[in-house]
């Protein structure tokens, strides 16, 4: 498997974030991205944390670490939610769980389209007024 991942697009300065930046608090199932606090639940905590090395992680492989089930069709569909709601929390924090086809999530910085309007970003408004 291949992924190929150009960790700082030409002509972007807002690329910024990286996993490695990521600071893990497992007491308390937050992470913080800059200064932005993230809260997730004890199963989306399990469901990230096995993606803080930037790396893809199999379905397979979180459905045991997080449910110590075997995947199948109703698991992976359990997992998809979780994932949907984590995607949501980490809206406008710089960093995404992308799906790697058939095989499982990865979660890098977010990377948006050049030509995308602002207006539709992902971006919180207080990232969208700093390139004014």
Same mark, same amino acid.
């Given at each position: 498997? &291949? %992924? /190929?991942?150009?960790?700082?697009?030409?002509?972007?300065? !807002? @690329?910024? =974030? @990286?996993?490695?930046?990521?600071?893990?608090?497992?007491?308390? #199932? $937050? %992470?913080?991205?800059?200064?932005? +606090? =993230? =809260? /997730? $639940?004890?199963? !989306?905590?399990? /469901?990230?944390?096995?993606?803080?090395?930037?790396?893809? =992680?199999?379905?397979?492989?979180? &459905?045991?670490?997080?449910? +110590?089930? %075997?995947?199948?069709?109703?698991?992976?569909?359990?997992?998809? +939610? #979780? %994932?949907?709601?984590?995607?949501?929390?980490?809206?406008?924090?710089?960093?995404?769980?992308?799906?790697?086809?058939?095989?499982?999530?990865?979660?890098?910085?977010?990377?948006?389209? &050049?030509?995308?309007?602002? !207006? #539709?970003?992902?971006? $919180?408004? +207080?990232?969208?007024? &700093?390139?004014?």
């Amino acid at each position: 498997m &291949a %992924i /190929l991942y150009d960790p700082a697009p030409s002509g972007s300065q !807002e @690329q910024g =974030v @990286q996993v490695s930046d990521i600071v893990w608090d497992s007491n308390q #199932h $937050t %992470i913080r991205i800059g200064t932005t +606090k =993230v =809260v /997730l $639940t004890p199963t !989306e905590y399990r /469901l990230l944390f096995p993606l803080r090395y930037g790396v893809p =992680v199999t379905y397979a492989d979180l &459905a045991q670490f997080v449910y +110590k089930y %075997i995947v199948d069709e109703k698991m992976r569909t359990m997992m998809d +939610k #979780h %994932i949907d709601r984590i995607r949501g929390k980490l809206r406008g924090t710089g960093v995404y769980v992308y799906c790697v086809l058939n095989y499982g999530y990865l979660l890098l910085p977010e990377i948006l389209p &050049a030509d995308e309007p602002r !207006e #539709h970003s992902l971006r $919180t408004s +207080k990232d969208s007024s &700093a390139g004014d």
